[in-house]
């Protein structure tokens, strides 16, 4: 039986936790700080799950630098729980904002302001999308489930990266060629949000960071960091929301993370008036406005999986940066550092995969390759030889390779608590491969 040390696994989610987390875990699993119960046991509401909330969000607010006009929220239903979620509270902004200008610029006439948003969302309400992957598409394709009983075309797909790839994912066209719907400032209607994946793992395409188009204030950006959340700098101030699953670089399967601007938590309608004018309200366990009032707390949230993700944040906080160039070596490790190291892990396998191009082709364009999923075919896509890379693969203990059964191939995933050591293991076996025959 191998010990975990022996294994590396690259599996795109549930993926690795850093193992003296899981030691703590495991302790504080069957007897929390000598309380004699687990934290699977506590109270949600006890003093204890409160300040494990409080530190937990502490420690994500100290790593991305949120500025104290955002709130943090801990959630149920992972990144597509996100895509619903997203989609009734940005489109009740949307409606609420209306509503406050017809009632200024209306007296207060109530049928007459009634009339007037109903008009606007049956001829101005857009939800634009940016298609670059597998999730993004799913995204954009659950915002017209939900909108479908308002009509059809509310959902602005702006772009879709397979119209410029052969019909495939794998780039992400120049920002000129995007469709976005007009803000106000530029003539338009203004769209209730702009939703983009920042990393798509079934694809391997990652953003390298956010688009300058997309930095126009008027505009309301989403953007799912489900799989590269904590893994490199990011400008809080330049979204609306930011959410994700907790399963690849923060913790469990069962935590979802939202950070939210304070003001679009109160920009809402009363609900009768939402209701009059064709829509619904979210389900109150997916209302971002519910979830802050209730300090996350509304229903019962997973204190143990919090915690985890509170391990996983102090670990980074607490490393230091070791290099002696940097003059700010005594400094928090913080992002920066965690960052350094994912680009420098993602650097030795693409260096091996481009340096065998007979062998190994890397799946998505060189601009946008994925620092945390690795996406390759082996010879071309022939089942045989990729059927033989992974055999030998998992004789070395190297293990979750496999691509997503939707596009087939080898995937290496590179998240956080993947070790230097394990990607080099990796490197090895690929050079290995790309020599010649295993024996």
Known sequence: MPTREEVAYFGAGPAPLPTPVLEAGAKAFLNYEDTGLGLAEISHRSPTAAKILADTKASLITLLDIPDNYDVLFMHGGGSGGFSSTV??????????????????????????????????????????????????????????LLEPLGSGLVNVAVDAREANDGKFGKIPAEETWRL????????????????????????????????????EERLVVADMSSNFISRRVDVSKFAIIFGGAQ??????????VIIRKDLLTT???????????????????????????NSL???????????????????????????????ANNSFKIAGQQAVADEKAKILYDILDASPDVYQVVPDKSVRSRMNICFRVHGGDAGRE????????????????????VGGIRASNYNAVPVENVKKLASYLVDFAQGPMT
């Not at 690849?248 to 993370?257: A, M, P, R, W």
């Open 181 to 216: 719907t007009p803000t106000r400032k530029e003539g338009g209607k203004g769209s209730a949000l702009v939703y983009y994946c920042d990393n798509e793992t079934v694809d391997g395409v990652e953003f390298p960071g956010l688009p300058k188009v997309l930095e126009d």
């Open 248 to 257: 690849k670089n923060i913790g469990l399967t069962d935590l979802t993370l």
């Open 88 to 145: 009734h509270n940005l489109v009740a902004v949307w409606v609420e904002q209306r509503r406050l200008e017809a009632e200024k610029e209306l007296d207060g006439d109530s049928e007459k302001i009634l009339e007037r948003v109903r008009k606007q969302v049956r001829e101005e309400l857009r939800l634009d999308y940016l298609v670059t992957g597998s999730w993004s598409l799913k995204a954009s394709q659950e915002a017209a489930r």
């Open 298 to 328: 509304y229903n019962t949230l997973p204190i143990f999986s919090v915690w985890i993700a509170g391990e996983v944040m102090r670990r980074i906080l607490a490393t230091t940066h070791a290099s002696d160039t940097d003059a700010n």
């Open 387 to 406: 059927k033989e890379f992974l055999a030998g693969a998992e004789r070395r203990m190297l293990q979750g390779l496999k691509g997503h059964r939707s």
């Open 268 to 294: 809402t309608p009363p609900l009768s008036f939402l209701h009059a004018v064709g829509i619904w309200s979210p389900p109150i366990v997916f209302d971002y406005a519910t979830i802050a009032k209730n």
